[in-house]
Structures are given as C-alpha cells and as structure tokens.
C-alpha cells in the first residue's frame, strides 16, 4: 500500500509543478522608459564637435538602440554665443572646429523631434584640456597584452582623466588565392583583386578613469587601457591603438565612476550595487525626468602606436575563424581528388553564371598545378570562407594612417 501511494505521489507532484507554473514578466521588462541619452563633447581644440542622440528602448525591444533623429542641437557660450550642430547621420549631430574660448563656458541645448518639443539644457560647464599624451606603450603578459598610457600636467590643474580608444588591426585569411573566376574563365589574381588581406576596427566598450587627486604629482604613469587576449587574431599580423584622452572636472569624473560601477562591476555580491546616475542634462519643464549623460567641454588629445607580430612570443595571435579550414577540401564529384576541381567542373564551382551550385562562387581557384598523367592544367580551389578575408568582417581598404 504504501509502495502504491509513494508512486501515485511521484507521479502526481510533477504534474502539479508543470501545471502551475506561469511566465513573470517584471515590469521593467516592459515599461517604455523612453529616456534621452546623450553622448559627446564640447570640443575647444582644433576637431569637430561630435554629439550622438539616443533613446532607450525596453528590455524585451527587438532593436538595441533607437536614434533621436532631426532634433535641433547648439552649443551655447555664457556670452550668449550660439553655435549649431548639423545632422550627419541618423541621430548623430556634429560640427566643424567651433574655435571656443578656453575661457567662457559652455552648455548643449537639445530640441527633441516630439510633438512637444520637449528642450533639454545642460549645466554650464567649464573648459577642461587634456595634457599632452606623453607616451602609448605596451607590456607583454603571460595572457596577453597590456596597453598602457603615460601622462602627466605639470601645472597640477588637471587630476582627473578619462580615455577612449578604437583598435585597427589587420589579419590575413588561410589562402592566398593567385586566381580568379571572370567570364566564363579562370585568370591570374591580379594585386587589386586581392582578397587575402583585410583590416579591422573595434571602438572601447569598457570605461577607463584614472585621478591623481591623492598625489603630490599630477603624473599618470603606466595607465591600463586594455588587455589583448593573447591568442586574438588581433595580434596575428600587426595591431594599432588609437587612445584619446579627456581632461574631467571633479563632478564628470564622479559622473563616469559610477557609471563604472553600474555597468562593469555589478559581477559579484562583493560588488557596488546599483545606484541612480544623474548627469548634467535636464528637461526644462519635467526636472524628474531622467536624462543619461554628461557634458563636458574641451581639448582632447591623442596618439597611435603600432605592435607588429615580431614584437610578440611565438604563436600569439592564432585565434582566427579560418583555423576551421582544412588544408584540403573534398569537392564533388571528384572525392577522391582533395581540392581539385577538373575542367568540367569548373562551371559547377566557379562560374556564378553557368554553375548549377546555389551560392555563386562557392569555391575560389586558390592555386594551379598539372595533372601527372594527362597534363591537363588543373585548379586548386577551397571555400569562400576559407579564401576571402571579408568573410571573417574586414574590409580590403588600407587605412589612410597604416604604416
């Protein structure tokens, strides 16, 4: 009996856990939180003045951001000065080198494209230029390497620092293919057909802060800006940093921290917990309404290295998409001929107009060699995505700063 009952209720409480379980969406799932979001700066030196407009967008959205389009954007002096921003792109406003005072202030004043007109003014805030970059370098770590950057204000009025960077690199695909498929025939490969090189972009994601308030010395030395893992294909050619450097009054400086914090270091129970951010950008007529971001107004300051390949340990840089490539490739119908595509099948595999394959130029002539027996010219062909380096995201045009 007791047997029985164990099993009935065995059977009985699954069902019973299945049954009542029901989806919970939180709210903030699904509230339409359309907040401003407001990226950029107030650029005094001699580069243009670049603002980026965005709205948030629910958790559960389709789409990551939403662009705040056709607004009308100014900067504006504490002498009344006005100067407009001009829309480039969707949502992003810009202007060339506005030649501003380092003495006045300066605050951005935004009109939102809504059927109110809803105006967003920041705070005036003063001019903050950056010192000169002193020096870019890099350290060789057992799990990568270490970018760093070294600066300093020998007038001890800057203290706190800010850093952005973008990464270029360059990486090469498995084949070097000598030949290409043109009208119904195969011919050499000529240098501005290549498709073995490609060079590659990434922005900073992470935020980099640094202050010296606690220092005798307003010197920055050593700064970490980013950690390159050391198999990234990054690093199996020749790789370049560019770092800008922002000069930060104490107030943006405790802005960007916490928003360090909120973003980068929630990993842990033993990190901060989250706490509201609040900048230096208001709505006019709703003070409660949040809006992300901080103005800031002044010089930035720059400088580019380059790591080439014979600067790093041997076998760095061996994380690559084409590391899937065999070195031979089985082609039907001729299995047994690694590779090797046969004049009658050079229609099915690299001629998009005669070939019966569903994606033109599904193999690439890579290479040439006769046949033993026969003589006849035969070609070497692989993969598209084995042969072209754009497949893995690159682009073929050559940087105008690459060395």
């Given at each position: 009996m007791k047997t029985t009952i164990r099993f009935i209720a065995v059977m009985i409480l699954p069902a019973m856990l299945f049954s009542c379980r029901e989806t919970y969406t939180p709210p903030q799932i699904t509230a339409n939180n359309n907040y401003l979001v407001v990226e950029g700066l107030i650029n005094t030196g001699t580069d243009s003045t670049i603002f980026k407009l965005s709205r948030t967008v629910r958790l559960n959205a389709k789409t990551?951001?939403?662009n705040e389009?056709?607004?009308?954007?100014?900067?504006?002096?504490?002498?009344?000065?006005?100067?407009?921003?001009?829309?480039?792109?969707?949502?992003?406003?810009?202007?060339?080198?506005?030649?501003?005072?380092?003495t006045a202030k300066y605050?951005?004043?935004?009109?939102?494209?809504?059927?109110?007109?809803?105006?967003?003014?920041?705070?005036?805030?003063?001019?903050?230029?950056?010192?000169?970059?002193?020096?870019?370098?890099?350290?060789?770590?057992?799990?990568?390497?270490?970018?760093?950057?070294?600066?300093?204000?020998?007038?001890?009025?800057?203290?706190?620092?800010?850093?952005?960077?973008?990464?270029?690199?360059?990486?090469?695909?498995?084949?070097?293919?000598?030949?290409?498929?043109?009208n119904n025939h195969i011919a050499l490969?000529?240098?501005?057909?290549?498709?073995?090189?490609?060079?590659?972009?990434?922005?900073?994601?992470?935020?980099?802060?640094?202050?010296?308030?606690?220092?005798?010395?307003?010197?920055?030395?050593?700064?970490?800006?980013?950690?390159?893992?050391?198999?990234?294909?990054?690093?199996?050619?020749?790789?370049?940093?560019?770092?800008?450097?922002?000069?930060?009054?104490?107030?943006?400086?405790?802005?960007?921290?916490?928003?360090?914090?909120?973003?980068?270091?929630?990993?842990?129970?033993?990190?901060?917990?989250?706490?509201?951010?609040?900048?230096?950008?208001?709505?006019?007529?709703?003070?409660?309404?949040?809006v992300l971001g901080y103005i800031s107004a002044g010089a930035v300051q720059q400088k580019r290295i380059f790591v080439g390949i014979a600067a790093l340990p041997l076998g760095w840089g061996s994380d690559s998409q084409f590391n899937v490539c065999r070195p031979f490739y089985d082609i039907p119908p001729n299995p047994y001929n690694p590779v090797e595509v046969y004049k009658m099948d050079y229609a099915n595999y690299f001629y998009p107009a005669l070939g019966t394959t569903p994606e033109p130029f599904l193999y690439i002539p890579v290479d040439v060699h006769s046949e033993t027996i026969t003589g006849d010219t035969i070609f070497d062909g692989a993969p598209v995505q084995c042969v072209d380096c754009r497949s893995a995201g690159g682009t073929l045009t050559k940087p105008a700063f690459w060395q």
């Open positions: 990551t951001t939403q389009t056709h607004a009308i954007v100014t900067v504006e002096s504490d002498a009344n000065a006005i100067y407009p921003l001009k829309e480039i792109t969707p949502g992003t406003y810009a202007s060339a080198p506005l030649g501003l005072s380092s605050r951005l004043r935004i009109i939102a494209n809504t059927n109110t007109h809803t105006t967003y003014l920041s705070d005036f805030v003063p001019v903050k230029n950056s010192p000169p970059i002193d020096s870019v370098g890099y350290t060789i770590q057992p799990n990568g390497l270490q970018v760093y950057v070294n600066t300093h204000d020998a007038t001890n009025n800057t203290r706190y620092y800010r850093w952005e960077y973008k990464e270029t690199w360059i990486y090469q695909s498995l084949y070097n293919a000598q030949f290409i498929a043109v490969r000529t240098l501005a057909q290549s498709v073995y090189s490609c060079w590659q972009n990434a922005n900073s994601t992470n935020i980099n802060l640094a202050s010296s308030a606690k220092l005798t010395q307003d010197v920055m030395y050593q700064a970490p800006i980013t950690l390159v893992p050391s198999s990234s294909v990054k690093l199996s050619s020749k790789y370049s940093i560019l770092i800008k450097q922002y000069a930060l009054t104490e107030d943006a400086f405790n802005f960007w921290q916490l928003l360090k914090k909120n973003t980068e270091q929630l990993g842990s129970i033993f990190d901060a917990q989250p706490s509201s951010i609040t900048g230096n950008i208001h709505n006019i007529a709703d003070s409660s309404e949040p």
